[in-house]
């Protein structure tokens, strides 16, 4: 009777901490979680400034060339920027690098929030229809992809209207903006809240298709590229498919809405 006691109080004491056990296991899990995605977020925001910081030079080439009444080559442009002077190529940078961090936690958010809002609206394990389907997938990244570009565009708009009025300006002495906040201050005064957000239209119609376009060719090559890789042995096969993959994905999603971007300019 003793040892039988001792062995029920033992179940029992067993039961009563499975509760326990559990909630310690979802809260790890938590846990693991928000800190993957903290750590998403930190490397995303590195590397969006470090992508402004290296890219910025040839954006302003390319707002240049559009905004441009004679038509020129980029040769003529080089040229033409190398007599303001190299650090001209650099002006209007501010905007773009203060919203990187931002922008990218904009896309992180909104096309996870997306991606769950499609399962929720069209996923139906019990007919087969949803995310293990291919063609499913990809259009889930297109739809959640322009769903983003079209959230973003929120804080990319105004950003990039005082970006390109500061990359166009002429030399000091004769420009008009002495900088970012200056510009800001002076564009809100001039025509207010709604000049912050004119091309407006043409940033949606830029940001929505090319994120999209961007999202479902990186989905759709990516785990395919890594298969590949992984067949003929080569090491580090899933940085590689994601880097290849990116790269794919940014040149046909810019050579898809290029022409928008020019008017957008």
């Known amino acids: 009777m003793k040892d039988g006691a001792i062995d029920v109080d033992a179940r029992v004491l067993a039961t009563s901490k499975r509760p326990l056990l559990l909630k310690n296991a979802t809260d790890q899990k938590r846990s693991s979680v928000t ?5 998403d977020l ?9 992508g402004v910081l290296v890219g910025h030079p040839f954006d302003t080439i390319k707002v240049r060339q559009q905004t441009e009444s004679a038509v020129r080559n980029v040769g003529t442009t080089t040229k033409a920027d190398a007599r303001r002077g190299a650090v001209s190529l650099f002006r209007g940078m501010g905007p773009p690098l203060a919203t990187a961090g931002i922008v990218n936690a904009m896309v992180f958010c909104s096309y996870g929030g997306s991606g769950r809002l499609w399962d929720r609206c069209f996923v139906d394990p019990g007919a087969g229809f949803g995310t293990d389907r291919g063609d499913r997938r990809v259009l889930k990244s297109f739809v959640s992809g322009t769903a983003t570009g079209i959230f973003t565009a929120l804080v990319i708009c105004p950003a990039e209207h005082i970006k390109c009025r500061l990359q166009i300006q002429p030399g000091i002495g004769v420009a008009r903006y002495c900088g970012p906040t200056d510009a800001l201050k002076k564009i809100y005064a001039s025509h207010g809240f709604r000049g912050l957000y004119r091309g407006w239209v043409a940033t949606c119609s ?5 994120l999209g376009i961007y999202f479902a060719t990186y989905e759709s090559i990516k785990e395919r590229l890594r298969k590949r890789l ?16 990116g790269g794919i994905a940014g040149s046909l999603s810019w050579a898809s809405i290029y022409p928008i971007d020019v008017i957008k300019t």
């Open 230 to 245: 992984e067949r003929h042995n080569s090491g580090h096969a899933q940085l590689k498919a994601s880097i290849l993959a």
């Open 35 to 39: 800190a993957g995605s903290a750590r």
């Open 206 to 210: 830029r940001q929505g298709p090319g």
């Open 42 to 50: 930190l490397a995303g925001g590195i590397g969006g400034i470090a």
